[in-house]
Nanobody, 123 residues
Framework: QVQLVESGGGLVQAGGSLRLSCAAS????????MGWFRQAPGKEREFVAT????????QYADSVKGRFTISRDNAKNTVYLQMNSLKPEDTAVYYC????????????????WGKGTLVTVSS
């Protein structure tokens, strides 16, 4: 069974940092683009970041650029999202996703989704 399982969410004060992890199982994702999305209460899910299979291409939403960093370890079948300088507006459930390419992942065209991990940023 193919699964993406997010972890690392929690409660943090504004200005703090968190590192999210997404562990993939069931098959290797080393040839897939990976991405992170988030959904805040009462809002639609939005794109956060994506990374190519090799890790040499990354793209970010303007709202997180300069603060968040996406990375991956193909040997561990895991993708990460380092979140720094967190703001209350970053509060959301964060989802991991896998797709064919960063172009498709950025558009939300993905093959697999995780169930999400909650990040709460207090002011």
């Amino acid at each position: 069974q193919v699964q993406l399982v997010e972890s690392g969410g929690g409660l943090v004060q504004a200005g703090g940092s968190l590192r999210l992890s997404c562990a993939a199982s069931g098959r290797t994702f080393s040839n897939d683009a990976m991405g992170w999305f988030r959904q805040a209460p009462g809002k639609e899910r939005e794109f956060v970041a994506t990374i190519s299979w090799s890790g040499d291409i990354t793209q970010y939403a303007d709202s997180v650029k300069g603060r968040f960093t996406i990375s991956r370890d193909n040997a561990k079948n895991t993708v990460y999202l380092q979140m720094n300088s967190l703001k209350p507006e970053d509060t959301a459930v964060y989802y991991c996703a896998a797709g064919v390419s960063t172009v498709r992942v950025l558009k939300g065209v993905t093959d697999y989704w995780g169930k999400g991990t909650l990040v709460t940023v207090s002011s």
